[in-house]
């Protein structure tokens, strides 16, 4: 399977994450690439290539042009007002006071378009987000012209990005910036699988109202987990989106042959649906060792999670999401490749 990859999503080295009350260092860091990169050269997964840069407009057919401006500004903004740290959100448009106005200062502006604080806005943020997105448009553009499949290593993520947020490490949502361009590119229908543990509230949200793309994501039940205020069974799309979103909370400690069950209802929506081209939201932040998550995956299931989804025979993009047991998401993420591939 052809590998897209750049070095250079080792410029996002962000200094700190808000979490229990402490600035830690992010679990989402430069290291978990390189596992992932050296693992898949151990295993002959494939060719690795550099992505293309491919601009702007495929980000503007998802994102909201402010909240894009507010990307590429706002860590000069930070700068600017005198700020020590990176820039982390601490006040919300919330309940009692929803933000009907978009704030001039920096802060307000924050959280106006961050829907969660645990992620750091830093000097590199937008320039990596939009490398992350090259990279999951360079892996779209060889299974459209080919026909077969390819595995984008994204970094940093993009699943929780929703059309004007960012937050849980997510800045573009690159799968929804692929299955939109796959659209505009002449496709009629795509589905986005997300096996990542947490809910993929941007990518459910941005086509909640739409019927050309099918969204399922099979994640830690929101009462529990990480992002808490979407993700529940009874969303199912709206409009002519009604039926098109499809979520499955999982209770934490589920193990495999749970997990393994959802897939294959999962699956058999997803047939019914005859896309012409799958996405998977690939988190290994299933597995049983990861510092954030309550799933219970063991490396050897990511073999048959690949082998299950080569099932369907469809042209397959595998866009990479969370997985923080660094150590073991090269083995993790890499047998889902394998599995696939030797399906
Ligand atoms: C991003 B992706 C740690 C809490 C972390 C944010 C999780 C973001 C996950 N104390 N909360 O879906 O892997
Ligand atoms: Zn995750």
């Given at each position: ?20 009350g ?90 106006y378009y ?22 999951a ?12 499949s ?58 909640y ?32 989106g ?29 047939s019914?649906?005859r ?34 989804i080569?099932?369907?025979?469809l ?29």
């Amino acid at each position: 399977m052809l590998i897209i990859h750049s070095d250079r999503t080792r410029q996002r080295r962000t200094q700190t994450e808000l979490s229990g009350g402490e600035l830690v260092s992010p679990f989402e860091c430069p290291e978990r690439v390189d596992y992932i990169i050296q693992r898949a050269r151990d295993a002959q997964l494939g060719d690795i290539r550099e992505p293309m840069e491919h601009g702007i407009d495929p980000v503007l057919a998802i994102h909201d042009r402010g909240y894009i401006d507010f990307l590429s500004t706002a860590w000069q903004h930070w700068k600017a007002d005198g700020h020590a740290g990176e820039a982390i959100a601490n006040i919300w448009p919330t309940r009692r006071m929803p933000g009907r106005h978009i704030p001039r200062n920096i802060e307000g502006r924050l959280g106006y378009y961050a829907l969660a604080g645990e992620t750091s806005l830093t000097a590199d943020s937008f320039e990596s987000a939009l490398l992350s997105k090259d990279i999951a448009l360079t892996a779209l553009d060889h299974v459209l012209d080919n026909g077969n499949s390819a595995f984008a290593l994204c970094r940093p993520p993009g699943h929780h990005a929703a059309v004007d947020q960012f937050g849980g490490y997510c800045f573009i949502n690159n799968v929804a910036v692929a299955a939109q361009r796959a659209l505009d590119k002449g496709h009629q229908r795509v589905a986005i699988l997300d096996v990542d543990f947490h809910h993929g509230n941007g990518t459910q949200d941005i086509f909640y109202a739409r019927n050309d793309v099918l969204t399922l994501s099979l994640h830690g039940d929101p009462m529990d987990e990480f992002p808490y205020f979407l993700g529940f069974a009874e969303e199912t799309g709206e409009g002519p989106g009604e039926g098109f979103n499809i979520n499955y909370p999982l209770p934490s400690g589920t193990d495999y042959t749970t997990w393994a069950k959802h897939l294959e209802l999962a699956k058999e929506r997803i047939s019914e649906f005859r896309p012409e081209l799958l996405i998977i939201a690939l988190g290994v932040d299933t597995f049983e060792n990861d510092p954030i998550s309550s799933f219970k995956l063991k490396s050897e299931d990511y073999l048959d999670v690949g082998h299950r989804i080569a099932a369907l025979g469809l042209p397959t993009l595998f866009v990479m999401e969370g997985g923080y047991a660094v150590e073991e998401i090269g083995i993790n993420a890499v047998n889902v490749l394998k599995g696939f591939s030797n399906a």
